[in-house]
């Protein structure tokens, strides 16, 4: 049972509101994107954590856990189909880290070299299997500029949140079967 380590910006925050509401209502500009499942927005800090660990406790939580949108982005995995490329922070960086030594088991030279390869801050607006083409690429792209309009803002360039909540998730099967099996709070 594989276990993701996730940031959401805090849940009463107005980031967190605005990335919901994006993340369901990209599900809505394109007919391939309609089955896209929703989720809490987050920046996946650490992924493939054994399940016996689940105890957030071990953590320390630096002050300076934070991130800001870079860009929009398209891919190719499920996880990773449309997404906000996310600027990293000191914190945000050491969090990862430490979640590789102490979730994952990781040694100090295997958690540096794992950081290296997978450690990619983002936060995914749609979880899909489609094969994203120019039509659906322009329409995504008009949609997330209109909804940052919406909201009162040039776009999304910038926009950040500081703490939030770190949360551990199963995420096995299909996503509207992954469980939250802790949380805990970080400053904001």
Known sequence: MPLSL???????????????????????????LITSPIFKPHVTLAFQIPSDNKDLSVLSIPKDLSSSIKCLMFGNTYTKKIYFSMKSSPGLEESAHEARM???????????????SDFDPHTSLVYNEVELNDEIRSVVHD?????????????????????????????????????VLATTDVGS
């Open 143 to 179: 949609a997330v500029l209109k909804r940052a309009q919406d909201f009162g803002y040039r776009d999304w360039e910038g926009l950040s949140w500081k703490g939030g909540q770190l949360i551990l998730v199963k995420t096995e099967g299909p996503v509207e079967e992954w469980e």
């Open 6 to 32: 996730w940031l959401t910006p805090p849940p009463t925050s107005l980031i967190y509101s605005q990335l919901s509401s994006l993340i369901e209502y990209l599900r809505t500009v394109h007919p391939s």
């Open 102 to 116: 102490k979730l994952n088991g990781l040694g100090e030279e295997d958690a540096k070299r794992a950081m290296q």
